[in-house]
């Protein structure tokens, strides 16, 4: 089947660096999306990518749609110890479609 | 409340029981999802509807899991002789047609 492979599965960083992970497929796909989930909650949309190249930003936030509509990545910048949480790359054939998730990339901001 | 809703937020069930997971999606949204994700893994798809209309259902794992939808509005996800294995969060979300899914935040099954 479909499957997105994620990395890194988990990332230790210092609070104010900056974070970068991303996503390849084997399957081309239209729809590339970053979610974030916290404990004990569903995940919340970041970012979504509808068309191959684009680049696009939501405040510290950026992810890009790989022009081969294999691939995406995310880079959080300047992190914040609200930003711990598990990140998930996602992808749709079409936008009103059952989503493929990574297996997500847990970010750990050390005091 | 304006988001998605899900009850039970924890079910724990013995091996055999059979389960019953609610999902209240947000008014007005046509399209609803049941994933399922295990401890430490991304979601799965399980089922879709549209309105009343189950259009896709080859996400379930076993004719043990059901889902409904019968007034287009709450879905029922259905799981009968609960198995170890499906100890999960189950997923629900909604959207209006061709827009972003708003998830609800889970049902955690245990099952014993």
């Known amino acids: 089947g479909q499957q997105l492979n994620q990395s890194p599965q988990s990332m230790f960083i210092q609070e104010g660096e900056d974070v970068s992970m991303n996503c390849t497929s084997s399957?081309?796909?239209?729809?590339w999306l970053w979610y974030k989930q916290d404990p004990g909650e569903g995940p919340v949309l970041l970012i979504a990518?509808?068309?191959?190249?684009e680049l696009t930003s939501n405040g510290r936030l950026t992810a890009q749609f790989g022009i081969t509509r294999k691939d995406s990545f995310l880079n959080i910048s300047a992190s914040i110890p609200s930003d711990v949480g598990i990140y998930f790359c996602?992808?749709?054939?079409?936008?009103?479609?059952?989503?493929?998730f990574g297996k997500g990339t847990r970010l750990h901001i050390l005091p | 409340g304006a988001g998605v809703s899900q009850s039970p937020r924890y079910k724990v069930a013995k091996r055999g029981q059979d389960v019953a997971l609610r999902c209240d999606p947000i008014s007005g949204h046509v399209s609803l999802f049941w994933y399922q994700q295990a401890l430490g893994q991304g979601p799965e798809f399980l089922t879709y509807?549209?309105?009343?209309?189950?259009?896709?259902k080859s996400g379930l794992p076993s004719d043990r899991f059901f889902a409904e939808r019968p007034e287009g509005s709450v879905s029922t996800l259905k799981i009968q002789r609960t198995q170890q294995e499906d100890s999960a969060v189950y997923l629900c979300?909604?959207?209006?047609?061709?827009?972003?899914?708003?998830f609800g935040p889970g049902t955690r099954l245990t099952v014993l």
């Open positions: 996602a992808a749709t054939q079409n936008r009103d479609d059952k989503i493929i």
């Open positions: 979300a909604s959207s209006l047609t061709d827009n972003e899914q708003f």
């Open positions: 509807f549209q309105n009343e209309a189950q259009l896709d």
């Open positions: 399957s081309i796909f239209n729809t």
């Open positions: 990518l509808y068309k191959a190249g």
